[in-house]
């Protein structure tokens, strides 16, 4: 006689809450390492359902599910799953959609807030979301809303703390890119271009240095310094030695426009002074 079964219950599993709660966590890894589905296909949101249904606050579910949202520009969807992703987790994302809002949308007031709370949060050291430092973001923060004075002290604090506790090759090269930027933003070109040397010490090939500094060389006069740095940062520009990152243009984004636009000026005036 046939088994008189109901097969709706046949692959019926029961599972305890603390089993609920590590399966949970397990699916939540199988997409967030990458090993498996790529973020935002139908696999990997299957994977995200799953992981939700045995655990609704699983933060790590809820920023996997908005994170293919941020790399395809649809930042409604974006926030509204990160708001989760805070309310189940602020400690250990927080910081992390700060660097979201300072990089992908430059909404520098909501990233500094978020960067601000990290503070509150773990009072006894400084958060490193995505492996940078809150202090060196609120710098960039400050010096997206012409903020200089705010910029300067948050890259000098962050500067000062990693050559402390470390050394200052350990120092992000870019930061001292930025405070170069921000001393000749507030009319210290001798500090700022101590700062681009800096950078070049730890990353002789930067392009946006030489380009920089022989920005600072012409408006002093100094054609032919500045005309050799300016060929310097073309050289390595087109090896690919500049600053820049995945899915958004940096702050200062230097390209070969403004390589060859800068040439054309120091040409300019080395031909008529020569004249």
């Known amino acids: 006689m046939a088994c008189q079964s109901d097969p709706e219950n046949w692959y019926q599993k029961e599972f305890t809450d603390d089993e609920k709660l590590q399966l949970s966590k397990q699916l939540a890894f199988m997409v967030g390492s990458g090993y498996y589905y790529n973020q935002g296909t139908v696999p990997d949101q299957f994977l995200i359902d799953e992981a939700l249904k045995y655990n609704a606050e699983n933060a790590v579910a809820w920023r996997e599910r908005g994170i293919p949202y941020l790399k395809r520009g649809f930042p409604y969807e974006m926030h509204t799953y ?146 050799q740095l300016v060929q310097e940062a073309e050289k390595y520009f087109q090896q690919g030695y500049f600053h820049l990152r995945p899915y958004v243009e940096v702050q200062e984004q230097i390209y070969q426009y403004d390589i060859d636009q800068l040439i054309r000026k120091i040409d300019s005036r080395i031909f008529f002074t020569d004249r």
């Open 82 to 227: 990160y708001q989760k992703v805070i309310e189940y987790d602020p400690v250990q994302w927080q910081g992390w959609r700060g660097y979201l809002y300072l990089y992908f949308y430059r909404d520098y007031e909501r990233a500094i807030a978020d960067f601000n709370a990290t503070d509150t949060l773990t009072p006894d050291f400084t958060d490193y979301p995505q492996a940078q430092s809150v202090d060196y973001m609120r710098g960039l923060c400050y010096y997206g809303l012409e903020d200089y004075s705010m910029a300067l002290q948050f890259f000098t604090r962050y500067v000062d703390e990693v050559t402390q506790e470390k050394d200052e090759s350990f120092v992000d090269t870019y930061a001292f890119l930025y405070r170069g930027l921000t001393h000749e933003k507030l009319n210290q070109p001798d500090d700022a271009l101590a700062d681009f040397d800096r950078a070049l010490k730890y990353y002789p090939q930067l392009s946006d240095c030489y380009y920089h500094k022989s920005r600072i060389h012409y408006q002093r006069g100094e054609n032919a310094q500045a005309l």
